[in-house]
Every structure is written in structure tokens, then in C-alpha cells.
């Protein structure tokens, strides 16, 4: 990696350029760094970007490889030998084997001028272009290190995973000349194979086992049912197989070296940028966050906090998640069936609230009709009758806007909405259920906008008006009070109360009221969603809903909202 890097300096390419946050500088520079094989491609895919994708500059780089301080065992190999067909055998007996254990490299001389090398990059690594180019341009130059020019390339086949090139090596040296190569080699040829042989067996063994413990933590996370991935500063360097399928890729290498924002859902980009800036170990347990598949559909999945983890000599982190896309759409339908029977309760008494104010708009309009026809036509009297006419339409009008405010199914609509017209409204609409139940008390105190969706707003508070009649007895309705309030916190979030002076709860189950299907409802009378919906309407919010109860006193249920100007107004709405 050290050699990439130092070529692409001497080519003109920053370091920092190069690294593009795939690679800690700091840690390149450390002589023991070791990195993973798809570290390595995707920074030589970046390198590849930063020519333009141009073959020749990628094999100037190669070439300069050669050259490279952290290279110097090269040149001390050449001085070993007479000519570059030997110095070609040693390279790829020692230094390939050593450096790349797992690309298989084949040599065959053909004839005395001509070589001939084939590579393949085998499965699963990650497959690399700009690699095998690299490598051209290097051992095109090699002749250069024992006095000769570069070799040139006579033939090229070059795939994603695999290279065969011919070389055509310079002419040979003169007689002399290489009789005192000869002999110098033969000074310092035999002391250096053998120290090369010892360091070869050595990094043999070290890179043996490397590669055991890393295929055993490969394997180990692509058997997990769940999606995986690992980043450095936001930048993929791995992910597993399940994240491939649910994304819809084929391989890893269609992820690793992009952006993990590229993955996200225009609605979660924020949050998902938001979450990364945190410390580790601040992150929130769970969050649900919506990325994107390759076809363009949206992926739900709930992401547990990033873990730290060194990965390919980089410092990184290892982030779990799982799908939860099939029961968010559960949900979602619940959420919906819910407010159908929310709407289904209220319907009688709404249809008592319509008939009312119709019964005399048709009166009135008969009485009009009276006045204007009838042999003594009295326009007075009939402009008044009109007037009360248009009263009772008026009225009719505000019930059917109370009632679109919690029939409405723009689901994923998020505005600045006034809690206080959300809570009139529903009273309005549950005004049939309260009458003769329980009185109402509004305490309206200065309230910020909140940035919600005021349908499922709509349907929370209704869910809790009706909770909190359900536990006054009917018996006591000159008692009963139902108590709306609005506040703000010493945040300056809005904050919505809904309290009644019904049965209570007792301490023991306060925990279990948001979990779905737990009700302490008579059998018949409740699914045990209700609550549970509403917790998930305000979380997914950005909200919290929280209790207050003591038995036979009553209970107060305490909804905190994000107001309209918070930051990260662009995150996920669930």
C-alpha cells in the first residue's frame, strides 16, 4: 500500500487525495500496517478515477513504483542477478508470492527476448483493473534496474480479473558489462537468496495466518441473517451478503468505496449524517433509517449503534441492522385500521352532528323559498331565513374539516401544525362521545408549532380522549373531567397533556401500556394497539409520550413534540 501511495506522490497525486478517507495515513506509515485486499482495490479505484481512467498514466504509476523508497528491496534483488529475465524469475519466486499471496501469477520465457505473464484475481476478492495496469507499468520498467531500458509491452488482454501480457525485453548488455555483473552477483547473490528465502517463509506464515482469521470473520458475518456493513469516515470498506441482497447487488465490489449517504433515502440522509458525527457509545440504541435499493425502492431497517473495529489497518466501524421494511408495512396497515375504527366509533355521532344543522338549512331554505314565492313575497324575511341557512352550512363545513383532519392519507406529510386546532378538532369529532360523559376543560398556554403529521397527531389524541372516557364510570359524569392542555418544556418544545380523573393504572403495568396487544380492557372491548400505535405515531415523529397515573385518581398522558424549527427537520419520517 506504502508503494501505491509513493508512486501516486511522484505522479503528483496527494496522499490525502489518494486516500480519500479509505486509508489512515497515520497507520500507512506504521512498518508493520497490514490491509485488507478490497481496501487496496478500491483506493486503486479511486487512483483510477483521479487519471481520468487513463491506462497509460496508471502504468507511469506503476513504473514509478519501481522506484519508490519502500520498494528498495527491488533494486538490492537486481544487483544479485545478470539480466532481467532473472531478475523476472526471483520477482515472481519471492516478492509476488510475498506481497500477493492470494493473485496466482504464472511466468513462461518465450525465447530469449520474450516474456510472458498471466494473473488472475480469483474469487470472492474484489476484482481490479487498475491493478493489473499497475502492474504492467511495473514489470515493464524492471529492466531499467540492471542497466537496461524499459521493456515494451507486445501484447495486453486485460480484464477486471485478469491480465496476460508479453514483454519485449532490451537488447543485452555488452560482454564485459555483464561479466561484472556476474561477478557481483556472485559476491552478493548467495548471503541475499538466503535472507530472502527466510523473510519469504516468514511473511508466508504471517499472511497465512491473516488471511485465516479474516476468511473466519468474513465467514462469520456473511452468515449473519442480518445486513453488515463497515466504514471508515462514511466510506464502505465491506459489506456482507445479506446487506447485498436486500439492496439488490450482485457483488461487493458495487458498494465498497462509495458513500454510505449514497445508500440512504432522500428522508434519512440527514439523520443518517447526524448519527455518523456522533461519539460512539452516544449513538441511540435503535433508530430506523430508509435506504435505497438498486431498482429505487425503499428499504426499512433498524440500525443498531456502530461498533469500533480495526479493519484493514484502518481504524473503522462495523454497523448491524436489520430489515424491518414487512413489519413497518404491518404496522402502517394497523395504523391505518386503527383510524378506520376510530372513524368507525364516531360515526353515528358524527352523522347526529350533520343532521342537526341540515334539518334546519332545509327548513330555512323552505322558508325562503316561502317568502320569495308565496303572494305576499317578503324579501326580509326571506334574506334571514338564507342567513340561518348558511349558518347550519358553516357548521356542517367545520365538521367535515374536523373529520378530514383525522381521515387525511398523506401518511408521510410532516408540516408546522398548531397542536390546538389538532385538539379542537378531535374534540369536536368525539363530541358525541364525551357529551353526558364527562366535561372538558381546556387549559390553552403559548405553544410553540410542532413539525408533525396532523392526521396521525389527530388520531393520537383521539385514541387517548377515548381511553381516558373509557375509564370514567358513566355513573359519575357530573364528576368526570377530561383535561386538555398545552405547554412548553424548558426546551422550548411543545408539550400536549391529556389527563382524566378516571380508574388509573396500576405501577405495575405503567411499563407494558405502549406494547402492542397488552390491554387491561374486558375481553371484546380492546385489541391492545391503541396505545402501542400512538407511541410509534409520536417516536417516529421525533416526539415522546410518556405517563402519569395513580389508581383511582386518574391519568395523565404527557406527548412532547419536536418543534417546527428543530434541526434535522429533513430526517426520516419512519
Given at each position: 500500500?506504502?508503494?501505491?501511495?509513493?508512486?501516486?506522490?511522484?505522479?503528483?497525486?496527494?496522499?490525502?487525495?489518494?486516500?480519500?478517507?479509505?486509508?489512515?495515513?497515520?497507520?500507512?506509515?506504521?512498518?508493520?500496517?497490514r490491509f485488507e485486499w478490497s481496501t487496496t482495490a478500491a483506493v486503486l479505484e479511486r487512483m483510477s478515477v483521479l487519471v481520468d481512467g487513463d491506462v497509460e498514466r496508471l502504468r507511469a504509476?506503476?513504473?514509478?513504483?519501481?522506484?519508490?523508497?519502500?520498494?528498495?528491496?527491488?533494486?538490492?534483488?537486481?544487483?544479485?542477478?545478470?539480466?532481467?529475465?532473472?531478475?523476472?524469475?526471483?520477482?515472481?519466486?519471492?516478492?509476488?508470492?510475498?506481497?500477493?499471496?492470494?493473485?496466482?501469477?504464472?511466468?513462461?520465457?518465450?525465447?530469449?527476448?520474450?516474456?510472458?505473464?498471466?494473473?488472475?484475481?480469483?474469487?470472492?476478492?474484489?476484482?481490479?483493473?487498475?491493478?493489473?495496469?499497475?502492474?504492467?507499468?511495473?514489470?515493464?520498467?524492471?529492466?531499467?534496474?540492471?542497466?537496461?531500458?524499459?521493456?515494451?509491452?507486445?501484447?495486453?488482454?486485460?480484464?477486471?480479473?485478469?491480465?496476460?501480457?508479453?514483454?519485449?525485453?532490451?537488447?543485452?548488455?555488452?560482454?564485459?558489462?555483464?561479466?561484472?555483473?556476474?561477478?557481483?552477483?556472485?559476491?552478493?547473490?548467495?548471503?541475499?537468496?538466503?535472507?530472502?528465502?527466510?523473510?519469504?517463509?516468514?511473511?508466508?506464515?504471517?499472511?497465512?495466518?491473516?488471511?485465516?482469521?479474516?476468511?473466519?470473520?468474513?465467514?462469520?458475518?456473511?452468515?449473519?441473517?442480518?445486513?453488515?456493513?463497515?466504514?471508515?469516515?462514511?466510506?464502505?470498506?465491506?459489506?456482507?451478503?445479506?446487506?447485498?441482497?436486500?439492496?439488490?447487488?450482485?457483488?461487493?465490489?458495487?458498494?465498497?468505496?462509495?458513500?454510505?449517504?449514497?445508500?440512504?433515502?432522500?428522508?434519512?440522509?440527514?439523520?443518517?449524517?447526524?448519527?455518523?458525527?456522533?461519539?460512539?457509545?452516544?449513538?441511540?440504541?435503535?433508530?430506523?433509517?430508509?435506504?435505497?435499493?438498486?431498482?429505487?425502492?425503499?428499504?426499512?431497517?433498524?440500525?443498531?449503534?456502530?461498533?469500533?473495529?480495526?479493519?484493514?489497518?484502518?481504524?473503522?466501524?462495523?454497523?448491524?441492522?436489520?430489515?424491518?421494511?414487512?413489519?413497518?408495512?404491518?404496522?402502517?396497515?394497523?395504523?391505518?385500521?386503527?383510524?378506520?375504527?376510530?372513524?368507525?366509533?364516531?360515526?353515528?355521532?358524527?352523522?347526529?352532528?350533520?343532521?342537526?344543522?341540515?334539518?334546519?338549512?332545509?327548513?330555512?331554505?323552505?322558508?325562503?323559498?316561502?317568502?320569495?314565492?308565496?303572494?305576499?313575497?317578503?324579501?326580509?324575511?326571506?334574506?334571514?331565513?338564507?342567513?340561518?341557512?348558511?349558518?347550519?352550512?358553516?357548521?356542517?363545513?367545520?365538521?367535515?374539516?374536523?373529520?378530514?383532519?383525522?381521515?387525511?392519507?398523506?401518511?408521510?406529510?410532516?408540516?408546522?401544525?398548531?397542536?390546538?386546532?389538532?385538539?379542537?378538532?378531535?374534540?369536536?369529532?368525539?363530541?358525541?362521545?364525551?357529551?353526558?360523559?364527562?366535561?372538558?376543560?381546556?387549559?390553552?398556554?403559548?405553544?410553540?408549532?410542532?413539525?408533525?403529521?396532523?392526521?396521525r397527531l389527530g388520531q393520537v389524541f383521539l385514541n387517548l380522549m377515548v381511553n381516558a372516557l373509557e375509564s370514567m364510570s358513566e355513573d359519575e359524569s357530573d364528576d368526570n373531567e377530561l383535561?386538555?392542555?398545552?405547554?412548553?418544556?424548558?426546551?422550548?418544545?411543545?408539550?400536549?397533556?391529556?389527563?382524566?380523573?378516571?380508574?388509573?393504572?396500576?405501577?405495575?403495568?405503567?411499563?407494558?401500556?405502549?406494547?402492542?396487544?397488552?390491554?387491561?380492557?374486558?375481553?371484546?372491548?380492546?385489541?391492545?394497539?391503541?396505545?402501542?400505535?400512538?407511541?410509534?405515531?409520536?417516536?417516529?415523529?421525533?416526539?415522546?409520550?410518556?405517563?402519569?397515573?395513580?389508581?383511582?385518581?386518574?391519568?395523565?398522558?404527557?406527548?412532547?413534540?419536536?418543534?417546527?424549527?428543530?434541526?434535522?427537520?429533513?430526517?426520516?419520517?419512519?
Amino acid at each position: 500500500m506504502r508503494v501505491f501511495f509513493e508512486a501516486a506522490e511522484a505522479a503528483g497525486i496527494a496522499p490525502e487525495e489518494l486516500s480519500g478517507g479509505l486509508v489512515d495515513l497515520a497507520h500507512l506509515r506504521d512498518a508493520r500496517a497490514r490491509f485488507e485486499w478490497s481496501t487496496t482495490a478500491a483506493v486503486l479505484e479511486r487512483m483510477s478515477v483521479l487519471v481520468d481512467g487513463d491506462v497509460e498514466r496508471l502504468r507511469a504509476i506503476g513504473a514509478r513504483a519501481v522506484h519508490t523508497p519502500s520498494y528498495d528491496f527491488l533494486p538490492k534483488l537486481a544487483e544479485t542477478v545478470v539480466g532481467p529475465r532473472a531478475l523476472y524469475v526471483l520477482s515472481s519466486r519471492w516478492v509476488a508470492p510475498a506481497l500477493f499471496p492470494h493473485l496466482p501469477l504464472v511466468l513462461d520465457m518465450e525465447g530469449e527476448r520474450r516474456v510472458r505473464f498471466e494473473g488472475v484475481i480469483p474469487e470472492p476478492y474484489a476484482p481490479s483493473k487498475p491493478f493489473l495496469y499497475l502492474f504492467e507499468g511495473l514489470v515493464r520498467e524492471m529492466p531499467r534496474l540492471v542497466g537496461l531500458e524499459a521493456a515494451a509491452i507486445v501484447g495486453s488482454e486485460v480484464t477486471p480479473r485478469r491480465i496476460v501480457t508479453t514483454l519485449l525485453l532490451p537488447a543485452r548488455q555488452p560482454f564485459a558489462t555483464r561479466a561484472l555483473r556476474t561477478l557481483g552477483a556472485l559476491v552478493r547473490g548467495r548471503e541475499r537468496f538466503a535472507l530472502l528465502e527466510r523473510r519469504r517463509r516468514e511473511l508466508e506464515r504471517s499472511v497465512e495466518e491473516m488471511r485465516r482469521v479474516s476468511s473466519e470473520l468474513r465467514r462469520l458475518l456473511d452468515a449473519l441473517p442480518d445486513p453488515v456493513a463497515i466504514h471508515h469516515d462514511g466510506t464502505l470498506l465491506w459489506v456482507n451478503r445479506i446487506l447485498l441482497k436486500t439492496l439488490g447487488y450482485e457483488h461487493a465490489s458495487e458498494l465498497v468505496g462509495k458513500p454510505v449517504l449514497s445508500l440512504m433515502h432522500e428522508s434519512s440522509v440527514a439523520l443518517t449524517a447526524a448519527r455518523m458525527r456522533m461519539p460512539l457509545g452516544e449513538q441511540p440504541e435503535l433508530m430506523e433509517m430508509r435506504l435505497k435499493r438498486r431498482d429505487g425502492e425503499v428499504v426499512v431497517a433498524e440500525m443498531a449503534p456502530a461498533q469500533p473495529i480495526v479493519f484493514g489497518g484502518v481504524e473503522a466501524r462495523m454497523v448491524v441492522g436489520r430489515d424491518v421494511t414487512e413489519r413497518v408495512r404491518i404496522q402502517q396497515r394497523l395504523v391505518t385500521a386503527d383510524r378506520l375504527s376510530s372513524l368507525g366509533m364516531l360515526a353515528a355521532g358524527v352523522a347526529h352532528e350533520i343532521n342537526n344543522p341540515l334539518a334546519y338549512v332545509l327548513g330555512s331554505i323552505e322558508n325562503a323559498r316561502r317568502n320569495i314565492d308565496g303572494p305576499q313575497p317578503d324579501k326580509a324575511q326571506a334574506l334571514e331565513a338564507l342567513a340561518t341557512a348558511l349558518e347550519g352550512v358553516d357548521r356542517v363545513r367545520t365538521i367535515v374539516r374536523d373529520l378530514r383532519v383525522l381521515s387525511r392519507a398523506d401518511e408521510d406529510t410532516v408540516e408546522a401544525v398548531d397542536v390546538r386546532e389538532v385538539l379542537d378538532s378531535t374534540l369536536a369529532l368525539a363530541g358525541s362521545e364525551i357529551e353526558g360523559r364527562a366535561r372538558v376543560v381546556r387549559d390553552y398556554r403559548p405553544v410553540p408549532e410542532a413539525r408533525v403529521n396532523a392526521a396521525r397527531l389527530g388520531q393520537v389524541f383521539l385514541n387517548l380522549m377515548v381511553n381516558a372516557l373509557e375509564s370514567m364510570s358513566e355513573d359519575e359524569s357530573d364528576d368526570n373531567e377530561l383535561c386538555v392542555r398545552t405547554s412548553t418544556d424548558a426546551t422550548g418544545k411543545p408539550v400536549v397533556e391529556v389527563a382524566d380523573t378516571g380508574t388509573g393504572i396500576a405501577p405495575e403495568l405503567l411499563s407494558r401500556i405502549f406494547d402492542p396487544f397488552f390491554t387491561t380492557k374486558p375481553v371484546g372491548r380492546g385489541t391492545g394497539l391503541g396505545l402501542a400505535i400512538c407511541h410509534r405515531i409520536v417516536s417516529e415523529a421525533g416526539g415522546e409520550i410518556t405517563v402519569d397515573s395513580k389508581v383511582g385518581r386518574g391519568s395523565t398522558f404527557r406527548l412532547t413534540l419536536r418543534p417546527a424549527g428543530a434541526d434535522g427537520d429533513g430526517g426520516a419520517s419512519g
